[in-house]
């Protein structure tokens, strides 16, 4: 039976809006299955490809926390501290393709209900990548996902043709979507960077040739803290870092904004709310921006106990939805989705206290 909690979103039923992120939580069988028995909506796999992978030799992940006392953000161990960000480095899934799909088909037959949405990812480098973008879409569809979640936004490909380089790239986007629509027959849900100067412009492409959703926002690229004492990162490999990808609380107002801008100049599209979501206000906020869709990462992660997948998160956020849409008498979030886009103008256009102002332009 329908609840209030369940969405259609991109032609999917969701028993609840709640899905996991394509991330650790999601990186095996074990832990998707663990996820969709605790409560989880759907999930997208962590991302899947046919290049090598070798993760850097020292922590893939930290999670920084913000303190009243110095050191203020840090994620050296000290009391009365919050959630502030996590940091990371990490490349796609290691576990190759053809390891993947019988787990794949395992956990669609055990959890028919809930939606199962391939992460996968290519190069855009000639008609040999297309075909590795076809071959992991229709091995990924044939063992059952739902839906695929294209992988235009990992931070920390080298290759030029990956990830978020290729995010500027109107016509690869459109090719890879061309490459992709033309073998399978499922929704398409696309990931984006949020580094991208051209973002609004990057999904008009993927929307035009065939993607079903943006899902919004990968990690901000950026770099960890260094300690003046030590002089070391406090995450590095032999005292050398490079660009990570910043999530989590830190980055929720920056994802909004991203959500806004695409859903503002596409109010008829689908997107997947991604960045710093905690509890039922963040995934609100996402929501009264347009998202149709919550993805969460980092807060299951970092909760305690749960092996990385946010047991108790996931009964909160639909304990908190729930209740929401009770007490206001809402049938669903689409009661409430998107209110908010009329209300985010140009800086101008909000009040002064004369009527003088032009935005800056002489009269
Ligand atoms: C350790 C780690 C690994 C990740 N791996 C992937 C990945 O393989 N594919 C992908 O699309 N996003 C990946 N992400 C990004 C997350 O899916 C998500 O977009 C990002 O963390 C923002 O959400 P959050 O603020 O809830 O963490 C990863 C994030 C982290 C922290």
């Given at each position: 039976m329908p609840t209030e909690l369940h969405t259609n979103f991109t032609g999917l039923d969701f028993v609840n809006p709640f899905v996991l992120a394509s991330a650790p939580p999601t990186e095996s069988k074990r832990k998707i299955l663990k996820a969709f028995e605790v409560g989880w909506g759907g999930v997208v796999t962590k991302t899947i490809g046919l290049h090598p992978v070798e993760n850097v030799a020292g922590p893939k992940t930290i999670y920084q926390r913000a303190s009243?006392?110095?050191?203020?953000?840090?994620r050296i161990k000290r009391p009365d501290t919050v959630s502030h960000s996590s940091w990371n480095w990490e490349l796609i899934s290691d576990q190759p393709l053809d390891l993947w799909l019988p787990d794949l088909e395992e956990i669609k037959t055990t959890y028919p209900d809930r939606m199962l949405i391939g992460s996968i990812m290519a190069g855009a480098g000639g008609e040999e990548e297309m075909d590795n973008w076809r071959k992991l879409a229709t091995s990924c569809v044939n063992a059952g996902c739902d839906a695929l979640e294209l992988n235009?936004?990992?931070?920390?490909?080298?290759?030029?043709?990956?990830g978020a380089h290729i995010a500027n790239d109107e016509e690869i986007i459109k090719s890879i979507l061309k490459a992709v629509t033309s073998v399978v027959d499922v929704p398409i849900w696309v990931k984006l960077t949020p580094?991208?100067?051209?973002l609004v412009e990057g999904a008009a492409a993927a929307y035009a040739a065939g993607a079903s959703s943006i899902s919004l926002c990968n990690t901000f690229p950026s770099l960890p803290l260094m300690d003046?004492?030590?002089?070391?990162?406090e995450v590095e490999v032999d005292g050398l870092v490079t660009s990570g990808g910043l999530g989590g609380l830190a980055i929720l107002h920056q994802s909004l904004q991203r959500v806004s801008d695409i859903s503002r100049a596409f109010p008829d599209k689908s997107i997947s709310g991604i960045g710093g979501i905690r509890g039922f206000r963040e995934a609100f906020n996402f929501i009264v921006h347009g998202a149709g869709n919550l993805q969460v990462c980092t807060a299951a992660m970092e909760e305690k106990g749960s092996g990385g997948i946010g047991v108790k998160l996931i009964q909160e956020l639909k304990d908190d939805l729930s209740d929401y849409l009770q007490r206001n008498n809402y049938s669903s979030i689409e009661a409430f989705r998107g209110v908010a886009r009329e209300r985010?103008?140009?800086?101008?256009k909000v009040r002064r206290k004369s009527d003088d102002y032009t935005g800056g332009y002489a009269k």
């Open positions: 009243e006392t110095k050191p203020y953000v840090s235009m936004s990992c931070p920390h490909m080298d290759r030029k043709d990956m580094s991208s100067s051209s003046p004492e030590t002089m070391k990162f985010i103008v140009e800086h101008s």
